[in-house]
């Protein structure tokens, strides 16, 4: 095998279908507080679509929320199935108590720790009747951000653009 002509860097880009996007903009713009920064329509594509972000300056990352203008045609945006989305936050805590005070469904589990060593938990796909918000047909992951991640973030949200 040949050395590898690139490196991965990080998370450039997210995109998640649904049928209804304004659910999907309640979950990640109303609750989470992503920007949205964009909008793009194709006819081609079949999409209609909120472009957001999370994130400052080179660690910025794109999150496309999608639904098909046609829902019966070809790409089906809203039907490619996405396992789960990790996200880091700086307050773990504080975070799960807010979004439950919100509606939004954990999965069961609670707070533990993760598959890397960090505090994790899940937001559910879907919502109940207890919670109704869910992560529209994605498990979302909450990721307890180390001291030195918040102060990374931190420290570049706080250059000049």
């Given amino acids: 095998m040949s ?3 690139f490196r991965v860097l990080g998370i450039q880009q997210i ?5 209804d996007k304004a659910r999907l903009r309640r979950l990640w713009v109303e609750l ?16 209609d679509e909120d472009i957001c972000a999370v994130g400052h300056g080179p660690l910025r ?3 496309d929320l999608m639904q098909p203008l046609d829902p019966d045609r070809k790409p089906a945006v809203h039907a490619t199935p996405l396992n789960h989305v990790g996200l880091w936050v700086d307050d773990l805590p504080k975070a799960v108590e807010w979004l439950k ?3 939004v469904r954990f999965a069961p589990g609670g707070i533990r720790q993760g598959a890397a060593g960090f505090d994790i ?3 559910h796909p879907k919502g109940n ?3 109704p918000q869910g992560g ?3 498990l979302i992951e909450l990721v307890q951000a180390p001291p030195e991640v918040v102060r990374a973030f931190e420290a570049l949200a706080a250059q000049p653009a």
């Avoid at 995109?15 to 049928?19: E, F």
């Fill in 3 to 5: 050395a590898r002509p």
């Fill in 15 to 19: 995109a998640i279908g649904g049928p």
């Fill in 32 to 47: 989470l507080g992503l920007q949205v920064t964009g909008t793009f329509v194709s006819e081609r594509e079949n999409v």
């Fill in 61 to 63: 990352v794109e999150v």
């Fill in 101 to 103: 005070a919100q509606g």
């Fill in 121 to 123: 938990c899940f937001i």
């Fill in 129 to 131: 009747e207890a919670f």
């Fill in 136 to 138: 529209e047909g994605v």
